[in-house]
């Protein structure tokens, strides 16, 4: 069965460091990987996708996300914190056992500290 | 282009009654996900609509259904509600049914139950 591990419930950075939080999946099959932020009372907005190709991806916001098959990760990280960056983080994880079903991880809220 | 739209953004409900909640996806997507975010079970699948049809189901009771109309309009449906049912209802809409499709979320209702 699909599922995703998100390592830490509560990540703080002081501004200007560096953001990384962790994802591990599981699949039996190729995934398709996804990173989705939430800010407070809205919806969830995609950030950044791997679906083949390129192994390091970039997305919005100056982040960018890494999948590495032996390590079954896919971790994203962003060089310098802003403060706009504080939001709740899900990596998702679709693969084509799954169809259009895609399954998150817990989500972890990352706080950053002027 | 408009996003995904959700109405009503909050309710309040008792115990006992039902509830409809709508989606409007983003013009052309045929897709139309249901997810439940609370804070100890974080975002939960409930089911996914194509051309009308529900292609996949959560691991939810009955109480919860859902339906997609040709306009691909989809609204999801909690009948004799409990408090465990007070969450964030957030709807996804896609272009299709491949697992690749990046989904995108509308800003949820906040349904409480009293």
């Known amino acids: 069965a699909q599922s995703v591990t998100q390592l830490g419930s509560h990540v703080s950075v002081s501004e200007g460091a560096l953001v990384l939080l962790r994802c591990n999946y599981s699949?039996?099959?190729?995934?398709?990987l996804f990173w989705y932020v939430q800010y407070p009372n809205q919806g969830l907005q995609l950030l950044l996708k791997?679906?083949?190709?390129?192994?390091l991806v970039k997305g919005i916001n100056g982040f960018e996300a890494e999948f590495k098959k032996s390590e079954t990760s896919f971790h994203l990280t962003k060089p310098s914190a802003h403060m706009s960056d504080a939001a709740e983080y899900f990596c998702?994880?679709?693969?084509?056992?799954?169809?259009?079903?895609?399954?998150f991880g817990t989500g972890t809220s990352l706080t950053v500290i002027p | 282009k408009a996003g995904v739209t959700q109405t009503p953004r909050y309710l309040i409900k008792t115990r006992g009654q039902q509830v409809t909640l709508s989606c409007s996806p983003i013009?052309?997507?045929?897709?139309v996900s249901w997810y439940q975010q609370t804070p100890g079970q974080g975002l939960q699948f409930l089911f996914e609509?194509?051309?009308?049809?529900?292609?996949n189901k959560g691991n939810f009771p009955g109480r919860f259904s859902g339906r997609q109309f040709s306009n691909s309009r989809s609204e999801m449906n909690v009948s004799t509600l409990e408090l465990g049912d007070s969450a964030l209802y957030l709807c996804?809409?896609?272009?299709?049914?491949?697992?690749?499709?990046?989904?995108?979320f509308g800003p949820g209702t906040r349904l409480t139950v009293l």
């Open positions: 699949s039996s099959v190729p995934p398709y």
């Open positions: 013009s052309g997507h045929r897709s």
């Open positions: 998702a994880v679709s693969d084509s056992n799954t169809g259009n079903q895609f399954y």
């Open positions: 791997y679906t083949t190709g390129a192994t």
């Open positions: 609509y194509f051309s009308e049809t529900q292609r």
């Open positions: 996804a809409s896609s272009l299709g049914v491949s697992s690749y499709n990046e989904q995108f």
